[in-house]
């Protein structure tokens, strides 16, 4: 047998010292924190605006900084990994992210807290794929399946649980404890990944080259671009705004250059070659689309009991329970069959799932509904969530060789949050446009010939058309929420063709 043979059966056989379920806790912990705080500061925009003396609009760059660091330093994973060995860039993460969560916590300005979650953004960026990574490469291939339902849990349910933990520290302590209880759960993932975690002999601290400052510039100023044109553009009534405009042109040359320049790179910062792999190729575009959806619905749920429902931010996420309660039976069914069943069929049904789940939803929601009347629907749409997540991601990364993990595992998490950020723009502009249109058509039936108009005139007198102008209002943004749950569907089944492109990722395809 040739050295080269030995060291390849040798990177297949490598299994880490450690049981590979503590491996899982520690980057599990590590993730959670870092998704937890893309959404649970957002019911406390509010409260930071006013204590710190700024007005809401300005106060929404606490969440828009955060994501814009984290899309910039997100697809280098790969490369800052080989540079500084990927168990020591996971420690430096969970540190700087721990201790940007202390400075927010402490800030006395809005600029100070700002840079603060810039720092934790950049802290943060590296989490999610490194935990990806990490757990592909430390689980034997027929528990890998078990391994991601597990970690797609944490991930789909931090978004969810983050509003309603975020709401009640604000309403019982302070906004400030939504960032200074990260310090005790930083504290003991850094102390498991430190136990637990090891670099695989394939992958030694050094083995990136200098860095590709090139491509690196490239790439953030375009992607750092985007999100706050996806944040800003519908407060900003998008491309009727002249600085959209030029921000669009900028995404568009700095991202084309970017990919021409890194194409010719030998040691690019980001490997774009790993999108000649079929799959891998086809899952970028589900998992984009996914991501809108994902966070699409977890958006506007909460708006939908808040802006119509009059419920308290608490109380609104409560009211998402139902749909993480399907996520987490959905990340058990998957966890369980996967290795039995083919992926592509799993994601095929969690893409029903999600379209039975929205369809339903629209089919159900009315301004008097109770939060009982739609837990069921909610759950059928988180069940095809987690359900189609889990097997994406073998599907996706699946066919990747073990030293192309972190660079496919970058890519695919930077895809699921532009997904999300796109996601989020799609439900707000939804709302505020299809709500307009909606009034329009219903106020052409408020006129003297309509008997229900005649008799609210005859029976309240002038009272009666604040009366009508409110309920007007009302049922135009419920109708505007219907379409939402219609256009999410259409997202889901516009995933379906592109299922067709898989192929099948066979245990030992996935032990390449």
């Given at each position: 047998m040739s050295t080269e043979q030995v060291s390849s059966a040798t990177v297949q056989e490598w299994r880490p010292r450690a049981n590979p379920w503590w491996i899982c806790a520690a980057v599990m912990l590590a993730t959670i924190i870092e998704v937890l705080d893309t959404t649970i500061a957002s019911v406390s925009v509010p409260n930071i605006a006013g204590n710190l003396g700024v007005t809401n609009h300005e106060g929404t760059w606490v969440i828009t900084s955060y994501l814009v660091a984290n899309a910039i330093l997100l697809p280098a994973t790969a490369w800052l990994g080989s540079f500084f060995g990927r168990k020591r860039l996971l420690l430096?993460?969970?540190?700087?992210?721990?201790?940007?969560?202390?400075?927010?916590?402490?800030?006395?300005?809005?600029?100070?807290?700002?840079?603060?979650?810039?720092?934790?953004?950049f802290g943060g960026a590296a989490l999610p794929p490194l935990a990806q990574a990490i757990l592909m490469e430390s689980f034997p291939k027929e528990k890998r399946g078990m391994a991601m339902a597990v970690y797609i849990t944490g991930l789909v349910m931090a978004p969810i649980l983050g509003p309603i933990l975020g709401g009640w520290l604000t309403d019982n302590f302070s906004w400030r404890w939504i960032f200074l209880i990260n310090i005790p759960i930083g504290a003991l993932a850094l102390f498991m990944a430190n136990v637990f975690v090891e670099d695989p002999p394939y992958l030694k601290k050094g083995n990136a080259s200098s860095i590709d400052y090139v491509g690196f510039c490239l790439m953030a100023l375009g992607l750092a671009v985007l999100e706050i044109i996806l944040d800003k553009g519908q407060t900003e009534d998008w491309f009727q705004a002249t600085w959209i405009c030029?921000?669009?042109?900028?995404?568009?040359?700095?991202?084309?250059?970017?990919?021409?320049?890194?194409l010719r790179q030998k040691h690019p910062v980001v490997d774009l070659r790993v999108f000649r792999d079929r799959n891998f190729f086809s899952g970028q575009i589900i998992t984009f689309l996914l991501g809108a959806i994902m966070y699409g619905a977890i958006t506007v749920i909460p708006l939908f009991f808040q802006t119509l429902m009059g419920y308290t931010a608490y109380l609104s996420g409560v009211a998402q329970l139902s749909l993480g309660l399907g996520m987490f039976l959905g990340s058990m069914v998957v966890g369980v069959l996967m290795?039995?069943?083919?992926?592509?069929?799993?994601?095929?049904?969690?893409?029903?799932?999600?379209?039975?789940?929205?369809g339903w939803i629209a089919a159900t929601i009315n301004p008097g509904i109770g939060m009982e009347h739609i837990a069921l629907p909610f759950c059928v749409l988180g069940m095809g969530i987690c359900v189609a997540f889990v097997p994406l991601t073998t599907l996706a990364l699946g066919m990747l060789r073990n030293e192309d993990m972190g660079n496919g595992s970058g890519i695919f998490n930077l895809m699921r949050n532009i997904g999300?950020?796109?996601?989020?723009?799609?439900?707000?502009?939804?709302?505020?446009?299809?709500?307009?249109?909606?009034?329009?058509?219903?106020v052409s039936h408020l006129t003297q010939y309509d008997p229900v108009y005649q008799e609210a005139i005859r029976t309240q007198g002038q009272n009666a058309y604040g009366s009508m102008y409110q309920e007007l209002m009302r049922q135009a943004m419920m109708l505007s929420y219907i379409d939402v749950f219609i256009w999410i569907a259409i997202l889901a089944a516009c995933c379906m063709p592109f299922v067709l492109l898989f192929r099948k990722v066979s245990g030992a395809v996935m032990a390449h």
């Open positions: 430096i993460c969970i540190f700087i992210f721990t201790l940007a969560s202390v400075m927010c916590g402490l800030a006395n300005s809005f600029g100070f807290l700002l840079v603060a979650r810039v720092l934790q953004g030029w921000s669009a042109v900028t995404v568009v040359v700095s991202l084309t250059s970017f990919v021409i320049w890194e290795g039995k069943v083919d992926g592509r069929l799993f994601l095929l049904a969690g893409l029903l799932l999600i379209c039975a789940g929205c999300g950020s796109a996601g989020i723009a799609l439900v707000t502009t939804v709302i505020a446009r299809m709500g307009q249109v909606h009034q329009d058509s219903l």
